[in-house]
């Protein structure tokens, strides 16, 4: 059921997933440097005081290329490729072998938990497989921001960061990040199967014209209802971890740390 075919191995989950890790950080990468930088913005300082380096996401990536040009906007490319290559390959293998192990098929009564369970492990394997390179990437992306360089690449910021703070930074936010992991990657991949399976049956139910079961614009009304549902279940997951650091902004600084790189989440 759901991602796999029957010629489908785990090698060639794995494989797909590595290949869609690595192109997606073209994107990937910029966007977080914007994020990381804007999130960043007023650190530290308080009220009116507080330094607006960046008036918007735009304005940052646009700041960033003309006084780094494109080597700027691509700060800390080689880390997040290192890091979503075999996570998103993990991400893909551990979901199917959970399927596989539990035995998910579309008659089984327990589907949707066996699903959620797939999912959610497949989120941690993924984080836990590539935590430490997530802290150096978030570290070359932060650096230099209002200040000169820190770190002169990926090794050096390892050695660094290892040297000062010993091994835990380098696990430093990831219980926060697996509890946010599991139920958001739990109820997205079950809400792609499950629909993923109900198209199927609709295509295996077609009439004998050839005409499909369900017309176009109900699939895809379909989709998109999916698609928000997705977007709730992610919202729920992550809020009461937004409840918890919303209060330790709040504790230091203004209400404009909470929103600071909120349109690229």
Known sequence: TG????????RNHFLAGSTAGAIQCIVCCPIELVKT????????????????????????LRKIYRKEGVRGINRGLVCTLIRETPAFGLYFLTYDGVTRAL??????PHLIPKLLVAGGM???????????????????????FGSQARYRGI?????????EEGFRVFKRGLVSTLLRAFPVNAATFATV???????????????????????????TATATH???????????AGQALVLVTARQ?????????????????
């Open 103 to 108: 035995g998910c098929e579309p008659e089984d």
């Open 122 to 144: 497949s989120g941690i394997a993924s984080w836990l497989s590539t935590y430490p390179f997530d802290v150096v990437k978030s570290r070359l992306q932060a650096d230099g």
């Open 37 to 60: 930088r804007m999130q960043l913005q007023g650190t530290g300082e308080k009220g009116r005081s507080r330094t607006r380096t960046y008036r918007n996401s735009l304005d940052c």
């Open 155 to 163: 090794a050096d910021c390892f050695a660094q960061s290892y040297r």
């Open 3 to 10: 991602l796999s075919g029957p010629e489908d191995s785990p």
């Open 193 to 219: 199967t499950l629909f993923l399976d109900y198209m199927r049956a609709g295509e295996k139910d077609e009439d004998l014209d050839g005409n499909a079961r369900l017309p176009t614009a109900v699939t």
């Open 249 to 265: 902004l709040f504790a230091k600084d203004t209400v404009g740390s909470l929103t600071n790189g909120g349109t690229l989440v």
């Open 226 to 236: 999916v698609s928000y549902l997705v977007q709730v279940f992610q919202e729920m």
